[in-house]
């Protein structure tokens, strides 16, 4: 049986409160002077949200030919209309929202074969070669079986599980209630509980 890590009540219910991170703190102050016009602050910005979009938008679109065009897409909004940001919400749920958008508007034009082999991510060093070998076809079972969910449904287990996003912030991203969000939640993983199951049963996991 497929075990979730839990999820604690705070983070299910309430964004996160008390003051910004030092990451937080660097992002805005990147953004201001992306508002002034000034290319090395939005060269900065980029390089701290590209491994962060790709990964996202990775499990969310499954079309590796249109991950970049949509991640370069989102950023250019972020360069264009830095002065929306009104500081409501963290800039990193406004950049995801973004790209979220951009994911939904990009899969609805396109209707290419999801082949998640064909999928490269960012390098992620850590343990050896043998439990790497383990963790990687873990890995595509798991990219298999989220393939099977809706766009909507992968973008909030990977916000949730991936991006550790509590279901407000989600709900941000993703423009809706946080009960739809803590809905979508329950299908999504009711649905890849049955697939991975299956695949255990099968002995192929």
Sequence with gaps: MLKWPSIRKKREDAPAQGRASATERLELELLEGIKQ????????LYRLYHPRLWRFLVHLMRQPDAIEEVLNDTMMVVWQRADSFDGRSKLSTWVFGIAYRKALKS???????????????????????????????????????????????????????????????IADVVGCPAETVKTRMFYARRRLRVLLDDLAGSGEL
């Design 107 to 169: 899969l609805s034009r396109q209707d290419l074969p999801v082949d998640g082999d064909d999928v490269d991510e960012p390098p992620d060093p850590g343990p050896g070669p043998e439990q790497r070998l383990g963790l990687e076809q873990l890995r595509g079972r798991l990219r298999g079986a989220m393939a099977e969910l809706s766009p909507e449904h992968r973008a909030v287990v990977e916000l949730c599980y991936f991006h550790d996003m509590a279901y407000a912030e």
């Design 37 to 44: 016009g000034r290319r090395a602050e939005f060269d900065a």
